[in-house]
């Protein structure tokens, strides 16, 4: 018949020894762990070749006694030590949960938070633009490592497989600018000038702006999702392995494409817009086509043109970096491919909008207005 546990206190030569008996199990220990409570002073080893049983528990309590009281442990057999062994193991400390901060401070600590991911964000997409240069350097004093074929098919990817969505996005909008100037002017006698508003918005601004912004839907979070999952699948770290630079072999391609490309999609866009716009006033206000499009030569200046060409390129240098800089920060498994396409289609029109302000102040200190 197996005992409760029990201990009784031995002073020895060596010091104080403590020895166990009984059944060291969850059953059995009673006020065992109360009593080892109490035990006062240096213990110098633990004896446990009388016990006749001992389990997890037991083993847990003699361990955590021994810890505190710096005691040796004696008198084990092989499959105890081993569990005993297991016990001493698997001890690690416990996080408790941190007291909730209150609403103030949370919300400081999630500002201070976006401002260091923002900060960094842009100081590694410096980085990356930087790369990109040299990479575009490199190719151009080795022209052999110009990969033709790859950026033509970028050029039918970016720009003649969007002319269609493009297209009608731009007449719906020129439609939409013509309704509602036609609206506002008509309060005032001046529909006329609703070919005045449809004309210089959709060259200076709209056109390219719209554009830039479909393009980075488009193509900028394809480009992400497209290096994103080469990095997983380690075809860039196969690249590198060959000797061929994924800046090269992917990214140079890609911008220079969309560079060439947005002129072009722009320009498109904006006609596209004016014909739409050209509709509705033929429509709605009764003024001719011919009218429409002499009117529009007249008040429309060439400076239109040439600010939103101006601009193009620029807005689609940075929609093929900020895709091609998020795919490759892609890392451990294929839900950051989603989260990093996410971004990069958020940070490419983010800062295509901060530029289009910041042209539209350049733009009218230098009197191009």
Same mark, same amino acid.
């Given at each position: 018949?197996?005992?409760?546990?029990? $201990?009784?206190?031995?002073?020895?030569?060596?010091?104080?020894?403590?020895?166990?008996?009984?059944?060291?199990?969850?059953?059995?220990?009673?006020?065992?762990?109360?009593?080892?409570?109490?035990?006062?002073?240096?213990?110098?080893?633990?004896?446990?070749?009388?016990?006749?049983?001992?389990?997890? +528990?037991?083993?847990?309590?003699?361990?955590?006694?021994?810890?505190?009281?710096?005691?040796?442990?004696?008198?084990?057999? =092989?499959?105890?030590?081993?569990?005993?062994?297991? +016990?001493?193991?698997?001890?690690?400390p416990i996080e408790l949960p941190r007291k909730a901060a209150d609403p103030f401070t949370r919300m400081l600590g999630e500002v201070?938070?976006?401002?260091?991911?923002?900060?960094?964000?842009?100081?590694?997409?410096?980085?990356?633009? #930087?790369? %990109?240069?040299?990479?575009?350097?490199?190719?151009?004093?080795?022209?052999?490592?110009?990969?033709?074929?790859?950026?033509?098919?970028?050029?039918?990817?970016? &720009?003649?497989?969007?002319?269609?969505?493009? #297209?009608?996005?731009?007449?719906?909008?020129?439609?939409?600018?013509?309704?509602?100037?036609?609206?506002?002017?008509?309060?005032?006698?001046?529909?006329?000038?609703?070919?005045?508003? +449809?004309?210089?918005?959709?060259?200076?601004?709209?056109?390219?702006?719209?554009?830039?912004? *479909?393009?980075? &839907?488009?193509?900028?979070?394809? $480009?992400?999702?497209?290096?994103?999952?080469?990095?997983? %699948?380690?075809?860039?770290?196969?690249?590198?392995?060959?000797?061929?630079?994924?800046?090269?072999? !992917?990214?140079?391609?890609?911008?220079?494409?969309?560079?060439?490309? *947005?002129?072009?999609?722009?320009?498109?866009?904006?006609?596209?817009?004016?014909?739409?716009?050209?509709?509705?006033?033929?429509?709605? !206000?009764?003024?001719?086509?011919?009218?429409?499009?002499?009117?529009?030569?007249? +008040?429309?200046?060439?400076?239109?043109?040439?600010? #939103? *060409?101006?601009? =193009?390129p620029v807005f689609g240098a940075i929609i093929a970096i900020s895709g091609c800089f998020q795919g490759m920060q892609v890392e =451990?498994?294929?839900?950051?491919?989603?989260?990093?396409?996410?971004?990069?289609?958020?940070?490419?029109?983010?800062?295509?909008i901060v530029l289009d302000a910041f042209f539209a102040v350049f733009f009218s200190e230098v009197g191009w207005i």
């Amino acid at each position: 018949m197996r005992g409760s546990a029990d $201990f009784e206190r031995v002073d020895e030569g060596g010091g104080t020894t403590l020895r166990f008996t009984g059944n060291l199990s969850l059953a059995c220990l009673r006020d065992l762990p109360d009593r080892l409570n109490a035990v006062d002073g240096p213990v110098a080893r633990l004896d446990l070749s009388d016990v006749e049983r001992l389990d997890t +528990v037991g083993a847990w309590l003699v361990h955590r006694f021994a810890r505190d009281h710096g005691s040796s442990i004696d008198g084990l057999e =092989a499959d105890e030590q081993h569990l005993l062994d297991q +016990v001493a193991a698997a001890e690690h400390p416990i996080e408790l949960p941190r007291k909730a901060a209150d609403p103030f401070t949370r919300m400081l600590g999630e500002v201070g938070d976006a401002i260091y991911v923002a900060g960094s964000t842009m100081y590694g997409l410096l980085g990356f633009m #930087g790369a %990109t240069t040299i990479a575009f350097w490199n190719v151009f004093t080795h022209p052999r490592r110009f990969r033709f074929n790859a950026t033509v098919h970028r050029f039918e990817v970016v &720009g003649v497989s969007a002319l269609g969505i493009i #297209g009608l996005m731009s007449f719906l909008i020129g439609i939409v600018i013509a309704q509602q100037g036609a609206v506002q002017l008509r309060q005032f006698g001046a529909e006329v000038y609703t070919i005045n508003l +449809v004309g210089r918005i959709t060259l200076r601004e709209l056109g390219v702006l719209m554009t830039a912004i *479909m393009v980075a &839907g488009r193509s900028g979070s394809a $480009f992400a999702a497209q290096i994103g999952t080469m990095k997983l %699948t380690e075809e860039i770290d196969a690249m590198r392995t060959i000797g061929v630079s994924p800046m090269e072999a !992917l990214v140079v391609p890609r911008t220079l494409a969309v560079v060439l490309m *947005m002129p072009l999609l722009g320009f498109y866009a904006s006609l596209i817009a004016i014909m739409g716009g050209g509709l509705l006033c033929w429509i709605s !206000l009764d003024i001719p086509p011919i009218t429409f499009i002499q009117r529009i030569r007249e +008040v429309v200046p060439l400076t239109d043109l040439w600010v #939103g *060409m101006i601009k =193009a390129p620029v807005f689609g240098a940075i929609i093929a970096i900020s895709g091609c800089f998020q795919g490759m920060q892609v890392e =451990a498994d294929a839900e950051q491919v989603g989260a990093r396409t996410t971004t990069a289609v958020v940070q490419a029109i983010f800062l295509v909008i901060v530029l289009d302000a910041f042209f539209a102040v350049f733009f009218s200190e230098v009197g191009w207005i």
